[in-house]
């Protein structure tokens, strides 16, 4: 093991040990937990209260989860906000110890629109500022959901606004794919912190994450767990939970699949967003810090690739600026 391997498994230990998720640093100086809860669901079966995001948030904290990722399209930042309020009411933790993530919505990307949006986002959330703000998807709406083309390069100049007025410590962007993340930096000149997209067996994205790595730029992961989780309306390919090669991966560490899978996407130095609102589950997803997968396995995982989203929003694809495959 070299020294700074040695190093970061010696931090990854001492955070276990404290029951945190271990932080990076962001490319604007900002730490960031490598673990956060998800609260969106719009990809899973069931339906669910909203008073369950709050009370998954305030659980999520008391385990020991410091960052919290939701969405103005989501419809929960106020329980997210309510769930936070709890936590720092009862002194489990103060508001600099936790890293809040919210994104801007498609209808919101005119300049003078991103401040406005972000300010709601806080109203809702009972918070001064956010953690991250990331521009959800690099498409337009209008509001009535049309399409709409305005340039994200206009979008990432409001985002900038609402970092120089202390609204957002650090800014990104989610589900942009390497052409306009390449064209976003050389034109505006300003790196995203991050760039949240989908990353799990199924879909392992090597070439955008090795694009985002390379400029500096942290991925957040969602859809985590691909299909080995079931999914609504969804046919589901492989590998399922009962796939051999994770399950004698799971006996080998004393884990669950879900937890070989999470800790996946930590080896390839990615910020997994597992959503659970079920407490033990909650509590399964962040004990993952306490063992390691070898290169090779890390491989073996990566070979499952089929490149099929979980979130593959076809409807959007005669869009302008629609990010994924068209067919
Ligand atoms: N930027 C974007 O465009 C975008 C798109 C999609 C998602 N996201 C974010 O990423 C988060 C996660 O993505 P996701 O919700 O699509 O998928 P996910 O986290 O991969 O899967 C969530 C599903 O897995 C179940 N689950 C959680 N932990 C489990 C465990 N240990 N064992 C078995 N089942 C488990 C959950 O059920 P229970 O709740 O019952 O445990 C839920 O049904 C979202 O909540 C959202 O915050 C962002």
Same mark, same amino acid.
């Given at each position: 093991m070299n020294t700074l391997r040695g190093l970061f498994v010696f931090n990854l230990i001492a955070f276990a040990m404290a029951g945190l998720a271990p932080c990076i640093q962001l490319n604007d100086g900002y730490n960031i937990p490598i673990l956060a809860l998800g %609260?969106? =669901?719009? %990809? $899973?079966k069931e339906s669910e209260t909203l008073d369950q995001v709050r009370q998954a948030v305030f659980w999520a904290i008391e385990e020991g989860y410091r960052h919290i990722d939701t969405a103005a $399209?989501?419809?929960d930042e106020e329980q997210v906000g309510l769930g936070i309020a709890e936590a720092i009411n009862k002194g489990i933790?103060? =508001?600099?110890q936790l890293f809040v993530t919210t994104k801007l919505w498609n209808d919101k990307h005119a300049r003078q629109d991103v401040v406005p949006a972000l300010r709601e986002s806080l109203r809702r959330l009972g918070l001064d500022y956010v953690d991250l703000y990331l521009i959800h998807f690099p498409i337009s709406e209008k509001a009535d959901g049309s399409p709409d083309n305005i340039d994200h390069l206009e979008t990432w100049q409001g985002m900038q606004e609402a970092r120089d007025l202390g609204l957002a410590r650090s800014i990104g962007v989610s589900n942009f794919n390497i052409t306009q993340i390449s064209r976003l930096v050389e034109s505006s000149g300003v790196r995203p912190a991050v760039n949240q997209f989908e990353v799990n067996p199924t879909m392992t994205q090597e070439p955008l994450v090795t694009h985002c790595q390379n400029l500096g730029i942290a991925v957040m992961a969602y859809s985590p767990f691909g299909f080995v989780v079931s999914r609504k309306g969804s046919q589901a390919p492989p590998p399922g939970v009962d796939d051999p090669t994770l399950v004698a991966l799971a006996n080998k560490y004393g884990k669950t699949v879900e937890q070989i899978v999470l800790r996946y996407l930590i080896e390839r130095g990615l910020i997994p967003i597992p959503k659970s609102t079920n407490k033990g589950r909650i509590a399964q997803n962040i004990d993952v810090f306490d063992f390691q997968l070898s290169d090779n396995e890390v491989a073996t995982i990566s070979r499952f690739n089929k490149n099929i989203r979980v979130v593959n929003p076809t409807d959007w694809k005669d869009y302008p600026n629609y990010p994924f495959e068209r067919d």
């Open positions: %609260t969106g =669901r719009g %990809t $899973i $399209i989501y419809g933790v103060t =508001r600099d």
